[in-house]
């Protein structure tokens, strides 16, 4: 019962250009001398571009977050020698369960989990040193090595108490639209980035430039928050001592990551970026003004690495089976009756970082159409199969109308979102149990004709099916395995 108007042959594009290298061992990757960087920085030539453009894989969330991202970067990092974060903060929570053992990981990329592959946090992240060290200490005692494989940019900027006062303040304010954020001091940080008004890591290493700004932004900052919400205001000596002390433990990890991943890359060794949030929550391609502060899509990841687009090899888009979004915004095909319920309920759908219960919708194609091009995605992954298991119908949005006028174009402002009258296809469900299912074959044939839709009608090619939360309970599909299999090669 496919309706006719659906725009466009949806025909996939091939992951032509992911040829990766199996994982060079770790230590390999040594500091050089100068006058060595230099001399291999002048042999790159447009081959050597090509090589290390075959080595890289950008993983990133299809729609609002929660997609599941952790989870596949952590099955794929056994084959890159490098993990990269490079947006967001630690509003992103990124669950990976590995032999029943469950990680949260915040700010710190999840490959490393994987012994052997380094962790970066690339210079377009905002990072609280609190928190940071906070996950650090988490993941110490779970035995994670930490301090001998992770790696900060000395570009990336820093979140300090004044930038959680304002957002808190401003969120509450009356009159003032609620995002609804993770109130992490996200959304000021990178205000204050914009505004070349912010910290860099590398100034946080400073005592006394570290002190003269903590004094002039606690004074404009109290000032503003006083006189346009009432608050307390902070106490800049007391915060220069707290900052200080944790500047210490987090210089160790500090680097030029950029020149890092670069050496990397030109040394034949290969890197995932691993993205935060969601398309549809990017600063720019989201459904503005209900997003985050950064650049999650494709083009963040050059940008919030310091590594050229040229060298970036493919994209991987990660999709529920659904959709869900938490925090304010539009949201068309959101369920609003019971059914919403028990997918919560089935998908445990409760916000990593905050607990807050997600709002829970079917999956939209025009959306994901148009997350698959701003991303330029050539694999799709489509997560938590399982969820839909009971279900004896499954509703997919294949087209919108607007004002009586069917489209496919996803309105830029949040009036025109919320005037879609979304247009659903029934797909049969399968009504038995795909938990744990490793092998597509396997899977009941209306599932596979539910992945098969979706590829189809999306643009991009199904290389990954995950069926459950575990490490183990993911399957790759014949096309993606022999493009990884390629690492072998
Ligand atoms: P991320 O932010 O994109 O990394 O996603 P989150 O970790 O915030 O949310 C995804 C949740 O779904 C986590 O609790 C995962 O453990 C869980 N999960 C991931 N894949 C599957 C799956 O295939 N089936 C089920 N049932 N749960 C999954
Ligand atoms: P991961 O990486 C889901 C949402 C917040 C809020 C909006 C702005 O785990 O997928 P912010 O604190 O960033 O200023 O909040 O963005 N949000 C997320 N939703 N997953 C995330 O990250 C999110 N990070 C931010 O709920 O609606
Ligand atoms: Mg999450």
């Not at 596949?72 to 890159?80: G, H, K, M, W, Y």
């Not at 210490?248 to 890092?260: H, I, S």
Request: net charge neutral; hydrophobic share 40%; aromatic share 6%.
């Amino acid at each position: 019962m496919r309706p006719g108007f659906i725009i466009g042959d949806g025909a996939p594009r091939l992951g032509r250009r992911f040829h990766l290298q199996p994982r060079i061992p770790f230590g390999v990757f040594k500091e050089r001398t100068a006058a060595a960087v230099v001399s291999s920085s002048r042999q790159i030539d447009f081959k050597d571009r090509t090589d290390m453009r075959a080595k890289t894989a950008v993983v990133l969330g299809a729609q609002w977050g929660d997609e599941g991202k952790g989870k596949i970067v952590d099955v794929l990092s056994e084959r890159f020698n490098a993990v990269a974060r490079y947006a967001g903060g630690h509003n992103a929570g990124h669950t990976v369960i590995i032999g029943g053992q469950k990680f949260v990981l915040q700010l710190i990329p999840c490959g490393v989990l994987r012994p052997g592959c380094r962790g970066i946090i690339g210079n377009g992240v905002v990072l609280d040193p609190i928190a940071f060290l906070k996950e650090v200490a988490k993941l110490r005692a779970l035995g994670v090595g930490v301090d001998e494989q992770l790696f900060v940019s000395n570009r990336a900027q820093v979140i300090l108490p004044y930038h959680r006062m304002i957002e808190l303040a401003a969120e509450s304010a009356p009159g003032r639209k609620k995002i609804g954020t993770t109130s992490r001091g996200i959304g000021p940080a990178y205000e204050d980035k914009m505004a070349r008004s912010g910290l860099r890591i590398v100034d946080l290493l400073r005592p006394e430039l570290l002190k003269t700004h903590i004094e002039a932004a606690c004074g404009e900052k109290n000032a503003i928050a006083h006189a346009l919400f009432g608050t307390d205001p902070l106490d800049p000596a007391q915060m220069y001592d707290e900052y200080a002390a944790a500047a210490e433990q987090v210089r160790p990890f500090v680097r030029d990551t950029g020149r890092l991943l670069n050496q990397i890359l030109r040394e034949g060794g290969s890197v995932m970026f691993e993205g935060a949030q969601g398309t549809m929550l990017d600063i720019d391609h989201g459904t503005y003004p209900f997003v985050t502060s950064s650049s999650a899509t494709a083009g963040g990841a050059a940008t919030g690495t310091g590594v050229g687009p040229t060298a970036i090899g493919t994209v991987i888009s990660v999709t529920k089976a659904y959709v869900t979004r938490v925090g304010e915004g539009p949201f068309p095909t959101e369920i609003h009756d019971a059914v919403g319920d028990h997918l919560r309920a089935r998908g445990m759908e409760y916000g990593a970082v905050t607990g807050r219960p997600r709002r829970c919708g079917w999956l939209d194609i025009p959306l994901l159409r148009y997350s698959n091009q701003v991303n330029g995605a050539e694999w799709l992954v489509v997560t938590k199969l399982d969820v839909l298991d009971e279900l004896e119908e499954i509703p997919i949005c294949v087209g919108y109308e607007i004002a009586g006028k069917v489209t496919d174009e996803i309105p830029a402002d949040v009036q025109g979102l919320e005037a879609i009258k979304t247009v659903y296809t029934r797909m049969k469900g399968w009504r038995s149990s795909t938990e744990g299912i490793t092998e597509f074959d396997k899977l009941p044939q209306e599932a596979r004709d539910y992945l098969r839709f979706q590829e189809r009608e999306s643009g991009a090619k199904i290389g990954m099916v995950s069926t459950g939360p575990d490490r183990d309970q993911t399957m790759l599909l014949p096309e993606f395995a022999a493009a990884l299999a390629s690492l072998h090669a």
